[in-house]
């Protein structure tokens, strides 16, 4: 059973352009929502995280946004740039940060130069 | 900060094998967890260790067992190799408080 639903699962975006990836989850015991960055042959760089008393978290270029009621939460990439092209993939958690990640599917990014 | 190292970071094994696989946590970090990529996956939880304890395991057959040592460094063993143990596999450290910091994983095939 998958508990955190990613999409889409490839994006194509023009340099400068703005990146949307979106995450719904099943479980409202989740309490801790990451965002994960992986490049080819390396290991998930942790991006931003939110957690669900915020609706709205920005760090640089990108931002989480967060809504409750709907169980869904998404990132958005402002100025999206060819050093961003990888894989991204949301998570999930209960409990905190250090407890097991429920990870969705990830979604392969493309800027184009 | 040194961050997490696994090693070996590939490897090839024969169905039926036992395989080790190494991870140094990243300093000051106590908790340490395992996880499984397929390729074009997500990673999935197998374990986590917290003190040299097992802390909370995922859904992953018996033959998937690990250890964790006074340093915090971790090993993840797998008995009975079969064709779909081949993945990622990826170790995680993370401070009492805090998120989990990745290594770059062990690529293991079997074949």
């Known amino acids: 059973q998958q508990q955190v639903k990613q999409s889409p699962q490839s994006l194509i975006v023009q340099k400068g352009g703005i990146s949307i990836i979106n995450c719904a989850y099943e479980n409202t015991a989740f309490d801790y929502f990451p965002w994960y960055q992986q490049f080819p042959g390396k290991g998930p760089a942790l991006l931003i995280a939110?957690?669900?008393?915020?609706s709205e978290k920005k760090e640089g270029r990108f931002t989480i946004s967060f809504n409750k009621s709907a169980k869904q939460f998404s990132l958005h990439i402002m100025d999206s740039q060819p050093g961003d092209s990888a894989t991204y993939f949301c998570a999930a958690s209960r409990g905190g940060a250090t407890n097991k990640l429920i990870f969705g599917t990830g979604t392969l990014l493309a800027v184009q130069p | 900060e040194t961050g997490v190292t696994q090693s070996p970071t590939h490897l090839i094994k024969t169905r039926g094998q036992q395989v080790t696989l190494r991870c140094s946590s990243q300093s000051g970090h106590n908790t340490v967890s395992w996880y499984q990529q397929a390729l074009g996956q997500g990673p999935q939880f197998i374990f986590q260790y917290y003190r040299e304890e097992e802390n909370g395991r995922g859904n992953f057959p018996p033959r998937f067992s690990g250890l964790q040592f006074p340093n915090y460094s971790s090993e993840l063993n797998v008995n009975a190799l079969e064709l779909d143990d081949s993945a990622l596999y990826l170790c995680?450290?993370?401070?009492?408080?805090?998120?989990?910091?990745f290594g770059s994983g062990t690529r293991l095939t079997v074949v």
């Open positions: 939110i957690r669900p008393d915020v």
């Open positions: 995680a450290s993370s401070p009492a408080r805090g998120g989990y910091t």
